[in-house]
């Protein structure tokens, strides 16, 4: 089982919410992306999804554009993205996600990436553009690396569809609360607490929600459906307000959306 497996046992046992905070790695430099995660986790978050920066990030709104800009510009690269994982380790065993396209994993090679994010003490992988219809190849790959694969659950999908994606992840599945890109939303979307108990009927897997999600009023309102909540631009929108004082900041940010997930 990996440490994101383990996470969701430990969830469960202590019958609360978990809270995934997600970083563009590299941003605003690859060097401080480790000490980000370790403030993220001294704030209360549960797992990191580490974002790989990408020319063409279709699901990414306007925030983590900018950042994966700010990052490739930094020199991130998907290899470098693992370097960072490999220091992570050196100090922490949160569980991490490498969240990233398709087009760099297929670059890179499925076979070598699974080794390789193995090694670097990766958890699990999301692919957010991949095809679940077309996705076996990839499974087992990384399955036979000991490694995750998570899939996107969108409210427009098909039970058919939905079925599949439970089928094909392992770790959790990860619930878009709306449809579009990422970014921060005054409302949560009306179809997202449905969109959960549609999901739970299908599967046992672990279901965390994101996309827009930001305040703790937001927060509070999945954790009563899902089991962790999701947040990304919120924090980016920080790292690219202010870089002085980020690792406080982090912290900061993160405790309050914490307590509002267990409160």
């Known amino acids: 089982m ?14 609360r919410r978990g809270m995934v905070a997600y970083l563009t790695a590299g941003d605003p ?24 920066p990408f020319s063409d990030p279709i699901a990414d709104g306007p925030i983590i554009q900018v950042a994966g800009d700010r990052a490739i510009k930094a020199g991130m690269t998907l290899a470098g993205v693992l370097k960072i994982a490999t220091k992570i380790r050196e100090q922490s065993q949160i569980p991490l996600l490498l969240f990233t396209y398709l087009n760099p994993a ?13 090694a670097a003490g990766i958890d699990g ?10 996705a076996g190849d990839y499974v087992k790959v990384m399955r036979d690396a000991g490694i995750d694969t998570v899939f996107v659950a969108a409210p427009t999908s098909t039970d058919h569809r939905l079925k599949l994606v439970a089928a094909y992840s392992s770790g959790f599945v990860y619930l878009v609360s709306r449809t579009g890109i990422t970014g921060e939303q005054e409302s949560l979307s009306e179809t997202a607490l449905p969109f959960i108990e549609r999901m739970r009927a299908l599967t046992d897997l672990p279901l965390a929600m994101g996309f827009g999600i930001s305040t703790p009023g937001q927060v509070a309102a999945i954790a ?10 919120a924090i980016v929108r920080q790292i690219g307000k202010d870089p002085a004082g980020l690792e406080a900041m ?9 307590k509002a997930a267990i409160s």
């Open 2 to 15: 990996t440490r994101i497996g383990k996470l969701f046992e430990t969830l469960r046992r202590e019958k």
């Open 29 to 52: 430099t690859p060097e401080a992306t480790p000490g980000l995660v370790a403030a993220l986790e001294r704030g209360g978050a549960d797992l990191i999804e580490l974002g790989v």
């Open 106 to 118: 297929l670059r890179y090679g499925f076979a070598r990436l699974a080794a390789d994010a193995k």
């Open 125 to 134: 992988c999301l692919l957010i553009d991949v095809s679940v219809e077309e």
């Open 224 to 233: 009563e459906h899902a089991d962790a909540v999701v947040v990304g631009s």
């Open 250 to 258: 982090m912290r900061g940010l993160t405790s309050p959306l914490v």
